[in-house]
């Protein structure tokens, strides 16, 4: 799916211009068979999130080569592709993937997401610290990308944790720019922080303090960063609080477009009349895959009625396959699914439907059709998803959501909760979900639509812009 134009005028056309700072590009470029050059839309929440609404504004967006197309792209300078102004950065390919795949998931993301085993892990070693020379030198590179081609007096918004170190180097050669930062994680607290190297960890929170401002989807990751800096005697910066909401426009359009309606024939051909329920995320930890499927296979075992009753759709992609802890969460959690379906499956019901091939409006159809969307992350900084999916269901669906999720405090009143490592828990709360019943059901599933399209992206960049002057 590739993003469409939008007719909004916001960003670039705003009084000051504006310029996109993130690892990951709102396209991304690979070679057809005919060895062309193709655009197709990047992936994850930030650039779902975000990407239509920057899209034919005018804004410039810097982001990473990450692949050999893209690097090519790089060479050409800022790029008009799919109604962006895009400039994508090629760096030394050992150092990017030291910044990427050590530094910023192997290392922050796990940091700020808690997902660290820590009688074995970290190890911070020389390949760690050459991982972090690495994220100082991609950040300076960005830093230079950004100095190039942002127009006089711009704002500068720069996403994520990637792109901790861009202010300072920033300051000296761009004084005209004003830089905001806004985490799309969560952000650890002065304990989980103190897992990082002193160095490091200092470096980075004072490379954030240096944005005019700092931003986060939910109050609890705001408070932990400003602990976290006055726990290592940093001054925090101003901070806000700015969840992003669904862009219902795209969302929808692609739950209308042809591809849509081709995957929902094809999911209602398969799920009939029996119950339903829906997952769509990256296959990554934080998201709680394989306790998600214990849950559901704990279902079954306690309460055989439902065996035949519902199918557990799974429309989960691929991520970060650089790592080995993804690969090996990969393979686990296809062998839950596999044992599940081994055990249950009937002549005419297979309990789990999984499907890995990063198709969004098959993604958006099982989103529609669901009678129960779960989202049980261990924490995430906010799970766009779970208001996405309010945005399209057509069943008066039910939201099962993990507390750790960043949407919980805007969501929490209209959900059936679940505690992410409780799988008899979860079980239980899809259980309630799954048999919940006419006006109740329907007064959920209506408060969790209201609840979910009370902001929308326009908002979040307002706030952003708003945080900048
Ligand atoms: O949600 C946080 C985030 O880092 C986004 O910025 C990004 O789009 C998403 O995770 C996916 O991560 P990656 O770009 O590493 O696939």
């Known amino acids: 799916m590739v993003p469409r134009m939008v007719d909004r005028p916001s960003a670039g056309s705003a009084a000051r211009p504006l310029v996109m700072v993130s ?40 982001a990473a080569a990450m692949s050999d197309a893209d690097r090519e792209v790089a060479a050409t300078g800022v790029t008009d592709v799919e109604g962006f102004r895009f400039r994508a950065l090629a760096v030394d390919p050992d150092d990017y ?38 994220y100082g030198t991609v950040n300076q590179a960005f830093a230079e990308g950004v100095a190039e081609v942002a127009p006089e007096g711009a704002v500068v918004l720069v996403q994520d944790l990637h792109l901790c170190l861009l202010a300072e180097p920033l300051a000296v050669s761009r004084p005209d720019l004003d830089l905001v930062h806004f985490s799309h994680t969560p952000f650890a607290g002065p304990d989980d922080l103190r897992v990082l190297p002193d160095d490091a960890r200092t470096a980075l929170l004072r490379g954030m303090a240096g944005h005019r401002a700092c931003g986060f989807h939910t109050a609890r990751w705001r408070d932990a960063f400003v602990a976290s800096c006055r726990a ?44 339903f329920i829906a997952r769509v995320d990256r296959i990554e930890l934080s998201k709680n895959l394989i306790r998600g499927f ?44 596999a044992r599940i379906n081994d055990r249950f499956a009937t002549a005419d019901w297979t309990p789990v439907l999984y499907d890995a091939t990063d198709d969004f409006p098959r993604s958006v159809a099982a989103l529609r059709r669901a009678d129960v969307v779960l989202v049980n992350p261990i924490r995430d900084g906010l799970n766009l998803v779970a208001k996405e999916a309010a945005v399209v ?34 079980a239980d709360a899809l259980h309630e979900a799954l048999a919940l019943e006419g006006e109740p059901r329907q007064a959920l599933s209506a408060r969790w639509r209201k609840l979910s399209t009370a902001r929308n992206p326009a908002d979040w960049l307002a706030d952003n812009l708003a945080a900048a002057d």
């Open 23 to 62: 690892n990951r590009g709102p396209v991304s470029f690979r070679h057809d068979e005919a060895g062309e050059i193709v655009a197709r839309r990047g992936a994850g929440g930030l650039v779902s999130g975000i990407g239509p609404l920057m899209a034919g504004t005018g804004a410039v967006w810097v």
């Open 97 to 134: 993937r030291a910044f990427y795949d050590v530094m910023a998931n192997a290392a922050l993301w796990f940091v700020h997401h808690g997902l660290y085993d820590r009688a074995r892990r970290p190890v911070i070693d020389r390949q760690w610290w050459a991982a972090w020379a690495a």
């Open 232 to 275: 290592d005697g940093v001054e925090p910066p101003a901070t806000f609080v700015s969840p992003l909401g669904p862009d219902v426009d795209d969302i929808g359009g692609v739950a209308a477009g042809p591809a849509g309606a081709a995957a929902l024939a094809d999911i209602e051909e398969t799920v009939g009349d029996r119950r």
């Open 294 to 337: 214990l849950a559901y296979e704990d279902l079954l075992d306690r309460r055989p009625e439902w065996r035949e009753g519902v199918v557990f759709g799974a429309y989960v992609y691929p991520s970060r396959e650089g790592l080995p802890e993804y690969l090996a969460y990969r393979t686990e959690v296809e062998g839950i699914v």
């Open 393 to 426: 269901n057509e069943r008066d669906g039910v939201l099962v959501l993990s507390p750790e999720a960043g949407v919980w405090d805007e969501l929490a009143n209209a959900v059936i909760p679940c505690h992410p490592f409780d799988i008899t828990g979860t």
